[in-house]
Nanobody, 120 residues
């Protein structure tokens, strides 16, 4: 059974940084792509960033330059480095993975989410 487990969330002040981790139960190259989504209270879930098995990355336009997705293949873990955090970045952040190029994230695997409050 495939499991994705997020960690690293927690309260951070505006302007601060945080790194989220997503550990997978299988080889990270088993996935066609992995991503991070977030959902703030009362808002729809939105895409934050993706990374394919080949290493290609993609970001939401509003987050480019502040967020960085990466992976540690030996650890079967991917990360989301978040810098210069703003109150509007506060959300539950979800790790997701797609098993193949024909399966969108919504039909793939999801973690349980990790809370990131941003407040002074």
């Amino acid at each position: 059974q495939v499991q994705l487990v997020e960690s690293g969330g927690g309260l951070v002040q505006p302007g601060g940084s945080l790194r989220l981790s997503c550990a997978t139960s299988i080889n990270i190259f088993s996935f066609y792509a992995m991503g991070w989504y977030r959902q703030a209270p009362g808002k729809q879930r939105e895409l934050v960033s993706t990374i394919t098995s080949s290493g290609s990355t993609n970001y939401a336009d509003s987050l480019k330059g502040r967020f960085t997705i990466s992976r540690a293949t030996a650890k079967n873990t991917k990360y989301l480095q978040m810098n210069s955090l703003k109150p509007e970045d506060a959300a539950v952040y979800y790790c997701t993975a797609s098993p193949n190029r024909n399966t969108g994230f919504e039909y793939g695997y999801w973690g349980q989410g990790t809370q990131v409050p941003v407040s002074s």
